[in-house]
């Protein structure tokens, strides 16, 4: 709309607002309702006329004081003064004000009558073309008004974006933000600048995306073409070309001229990043009290805040993404509001079991001790958790930047911990490693919490419909261990590194290897343990200390409360007095961690968690490297055996020496040349299934015997999973027997479901474990990494299962943040912008049906064809895929998956009953043979006869009529979480997907029955067009044990593929089928495999109160494991060789 034209319209309403002035619009009843639009900019308002000028014929008033006539234009003004309600109140009261469109004040300030007149001289707001703040109505709507606008009805079937709008506006200006014809009072003064602007956005909600579309507005257009940016990674560039083409080709269609243009559209539903300037050598923030400052607060510093005296650019920025608003975002969707609750509403606990951290000891004695926190489920428990990364990859450019992620954990276990609901509450800059300074960023996080605990702040529950007070509290901290020096203050180097042990820690520095290793594990048995006593096996003396007693966060507390605080910040000056002499009443303490501002921190059961992945990653990098002899991390080397020989340990492993040269020999824990090639053969030819683990086979070299380049989670899989299979026939029995009760051990201490008495018993494990470790390691060995295992079974007592204390889904994040950065000059820029944006579709994502988003994109192996039918085998979901062909059965095969479908549905057992019965009755002799060849016929003349009747619905009858002939086969098939594959798809691949494994009985005894997929077969019951999915399978035979070994040592399973077995009964039900994979064995060779199952990544064991939920879980993990092979202690390891 031309500003100049709609500022006289204006006027003219003000001149006549008072109704006892404008003439009597009795002879122009028949004008509608007015609506003013933006077609053009000579279109002041449209108005549609019956009778007065012609029938449905419009006028486009462009002058409204000369070309209508006078009369008309005050009776168009008589009935915009009635819609206007606020505007005859300046008639009444002169001094009474109202929001002023002009130009200058653009809604923000309140004017009279007269300073309104004067300032709309100089032109109305283009944008505000709808007056809701002069008493139109947003919901005003009249089946007259122009079919441009989008309406709710229409666009529902596209998307919910009308109540997204309406959720936002709801929790941000209250239930009547709608109704601000008033000037809505309730709405605070600093808010209305918000409102104005949001009113802004829904008016581009309304504007249809072309005159005559009726799904799409300008806004939903803006909304999917970023949405599908973000989705699919595109830049910014193509966005920009795309923009532009769209136009050229669309020139009617309200389309965005650049991606700034479209982001700045959505702006205002994303959420804000405060910008607090730092010292730049990290003394203090330019905030609160030195907000005003222009140098650094730190008298040993003053370094300046900016790069130059004018210019006015910070030497350092802190990028806080305030909590409060992005929590309060948690309640404005419904369904994320009752996931909120779901950790006290309806998860059912179960005894001495965990699933989810509200099961575990931490969380209960929260509760315990804040009653009133715990009262209101909606109150929100938070885990943070910290890692630097280098935002340039493995460029020679030191660079450090540590992101700060919150996690709430109200919600469910299949959406704790997922991307969506990662909430970023800070980027600390580079370069340098923030170190033990971080205390100095946390200030502004730390003052919300505590704000948040003690007070909380008003949030909307869009679940209810009510406004309630939000609190908030923090449970604990989850990093790698350097960083955990950083978050708790406590050094987690030296001789006192364990932060559990505290000043109890055991250590000894090794004069040779030059570092300190940490054993002494015996003090942990029982104290009538013959272990203590031992001398030999161990470090040459005997140990009968008490178990170390871990302080509470109360004695950690009063025993800080003497510390002498660190002076923080890396200033030259303040550089110097880093190297201080500890105190003896310090400890290993190098700082009051901020954290114990809160006032809760110090009674909580556990603050800063051990992380199990490094420790996972680093204890089998550390085996790996000293079994196979090669690499950095081995800990067999000649300062070891030099060490060894100072402690008088272990004659028989000091270097010997023959001639001029010292040979180091051969240890009972150390591969030869042949079994390092053995072993990295087994490695190359393994074959996982799908995303079960990587291409480890990638990261072996057979002829270099070397082992190097292998992921976090591929030591994750090795340890809990190959360790066993690896070292089979290799190392003697008493070592390999004790390192497949390591990775027994982790693998219990992973699991998804964690029971308490199984802890008890681990907690006891772990100990003889590394006491067993110690008789056949040196001490090298046993760094800090390795001690901290001792630790792990205490901590998921207190705090729950591993998969919400690790770093695995931060890490993960960690990239994705590093993936941002494209402009190397400003990475912690890239990484802001591009998490808002993120973040602002993630949420309007919510809204979005019939694309694909990350809350409804399927995943990988998941089912996505469901059979609705009456009979059971008909309601089986599976999802067959790759390229189908089509083959015709002989008649016997045909019978053959007839009959065993017949055999397997439930609801026809009484009549295999009653055919069984008759056929004895007349005295056949082989009653089952018999059975099998004349049931079929038996039982079709049967239906057929009852359908008649009226007694049996269609899908029995399709079901006694018999299959097509014609059968559809597929090379792979989704079903039960997992993906199978034939064992003619997977000859040339890397992954090993046609493994299976079935529950039936033999011989009246329950057996699992393991074979390979060799046909995926979808047959079709015609009469019905129902389908059933068939696996056809070699079976391998388990008859006996020259057939099926198990080994009791490592209690796995070996068969013999050469032998099968069931050849006639090939089939099986998709949906009966688990997975399994073949691993060649190790020791008994030739055709035999070890058998090693899967478990899906899509189910919870977890019990709710109205339904089961699943996810997709990224790193792999198992239920609890009830048949691994506890810890033997009567064995002799004092001379172990090789």
Sequence with gaps: MDGLKASLMFLSILDYSNPTSVPSPSHHDNIPNIKLDEFSNLVVLQVKFDGVIGL??????????????????????????????????????PTYKLPCPCKGC??????????????????????????????????????????????????????????MLNDVGTANFGENWRNSGEHNRDIP????????????????????????????????????????????????????????FLIQVFPMASIPSSYYDAKNLIRELGLKCEKIHACENDCALYWKENESLDHCPNEKCKAPRYKSPGSKIPRKVLRYFPLKSRLQRLFINKEIAQDMR??????????????????????????????????????????????????????????????????????????????????????????????????????PLIDE????????????????????????????????????????????????????????????????????????????????????????????????????????????????????????????????????????????????????????????????????????????????ATVMGTGHKNRDTWQAREDLKEMRLREELHLQTQGDSKVMPAACYTLSRSEKQKLCQFLSSLKFPDGFASNISHCVKPKECQISGMKSHDYHVFLQRLLPLAIRGMLPKDVSQTLVELSNFFRKICSR?????????????????????????????????????????????????????????????????????HNRARPEGCIVERYLDDECLTFISRYLHNVPTIFNEPERNTERFEAAGKLSIFSGMARPFGAATFCCLSESELMKIHLFILKNCEEIDDYIRMHKELLQQQNVSNVEQMHDLEFPKWFEDRVTYMHTQGRCCDELLSLAKGLDFR????????????????????????????????????????????????????????????????????????????????????????????????????????????????VKDMRLGGDWHVVESVCPRSSYAVLEKDEDKSCEEQVYQEDYLEDLIGVQENVDLSNLKR
């Excluded at 799904?215 to 560039?237: D, E, G």
């Excluded at 501002?597 to 550390?622: A, F, G």
């Excluded at 494990?765 to 001690?787: A, G, T, W």
Aim: net charge neutral.
């Design 449 to 624: 919490l505590k704000e948040f605990f003690d007070t909380g702040f008003e949030t909307y529950d869009a679940a209810v419909g009510e406004k309630f007070m939000l609190r908030a509290a923090l449970l604990w901290t989850i990093s790698d261990f350097p960083a955990y020096a950083y978050l708790s203050g406590w050094s987690t180097k030296g001789y006192k590194a364990c932060p559990i042990c505290l000043d109890d820690t055991t250590s000894v520095y090794l004069r040779n290897g030059l570092k300190c290793c940490y054993m002494g594990h015996r003090r942990f048995l029982p104290a009538d343990h013959k272990w203590r006593r031992e001398r030999k096996s161990f470090d040459g003396k005997s140990d009968l200390r008490q178990p170390v007693r871990t302080l509470s966060g109360e004695e950690i507390f009063e025993q800080l409360q003497e510390f002498d605080q660190m002076v923080f910040g890396k200033a030259p000056e303040l550089l110097k007095e880093k190297k201080r002499k500890r105190m003896q009443n310090q400890s290993n303490w190098l700082k009051k961690s901020i954290f114990f501002e809160l006032p809760y921190w110090s009674t909580n059961k556990i603050r800063h968690n051990l992380d199990i992945m490094h420790i996972v990653k680093n204890v089998c990098e550390i085996l790996l």
């Design 342 to 443: 779901w950790h006290k509403e309806r998860r059912v606990p179960k005894e001495n079991t965990m699933t989810h951290p509200a099961d575990s000891i931490a969380w209960k004695e929260f509760d315990n001790s804040h009653p009133s926190f715990a009262e209101d489920s909606r109150n929100v428990r938070l885990g943070l958790s910290t890692d630097g990364f280098n935002p340039y990859g493995n460029m020679n450019n030191a660079y450090s930047i540590w992101p700060v992620i919150l996690v709430p954990y109200n919600l469910p276990p299949w959406k704790c911990l997922k991307d969506p609901f990662f909430l970023l509450s800070m980027i600390i800059p580079g370069p340098k490693c923030i170190g033990n300074d971080m205390d100095i960023f946390f200030r």
């Design 753 to 821: 479901t964690l029971y308490v008495d199984e802890l008890d018993a681990q907690e006891k494990n772990i100990v003889v474990i590394l006491c067993k470790l110690e008789k056949i390691f040196p001490p090298n060995f046993f760094d800090v990494m390795v001690h901290l295992m001792v630790h792990l079974p205490a901590e998921a007592k207190l705090a729950g299962p591993a998969q919400y204390r690790w770093m695995f889904p931060f890490e993960r994040k960690m990239g994705q943040y590093k993936g941002y950065v």
């Design 56 to 93: 449905d014929e419009w006028v486009w008033v462009t002058n409204g004081m000369t070309i209508i006539g006078i009369q008309l234009w005050l009776a168009l003004l008589s009935k915009l003064s009635e819609r206007i309600r606020s505007v005859a109140y300046l008639g009444k009261d």
């Design 189 to 244: 003064n600093k808010q209305e600048g918000e409102a104005s602007k949001f009113l802004r956005l829904l008016s581009e909600a309304e504007k249809s995306l072309y005159p005559g579309c009726d799904k799409y507005s300008k806004l939903s257009f803006v909304v999917h073409i970023l949405h599908l940016k973000t989705m699919n990674r595109w830049t910014c560039k193509s966005i920009d070309m795309l923009l532009k």
């Design 967 to 1078: 059968v559809i086969k597929y090379p792979g098939c989704n079903v039960n979480g997992f993906r199978f594959h034939t064992k003619t798809r997977e000859v040339d691949r890397k992954t090993q997907n046609s493994g299976i494994m079935v529950k039936g009985e033999h011989a009246d005894v329950e057996i699992n029955f393991y074979g390979a997929i060799t046909d995926i077969l979808e047959v079709e019951y015609s009469f019905s067009q129902s389908r059933v999915v068939l696996f056809k399978c070699d079976w391998w035979d388990l008859k006996n044990s020259s057939c099926l070994k198990i080994d009791k040592q490592s209690n796995l399973s070996s068969v013999n593929l050469s032998k099968k077995w069931y050849i006639d009964q090939p089939f099986v039900f998709a949906s009966q089928a688990e997975q399994v994979f073949y």
């Design 106 to 163: 653009n809604n923000f300030e309140d004017q009279t009558m007269e300073v309104m007149k004067s300032h709309l001289c100089g032109g109305i707001v283009e944008s505000y073309t709808r007056w809701v703040y002069h008493g139109e109505r947003f919901e005003d709507s009249d089946e007259d008004e122009d079919d441009n606008i989008v309406l709710d009805e229409e666009n529902s079937e596209s998307d919910d974006i009308q109540e």
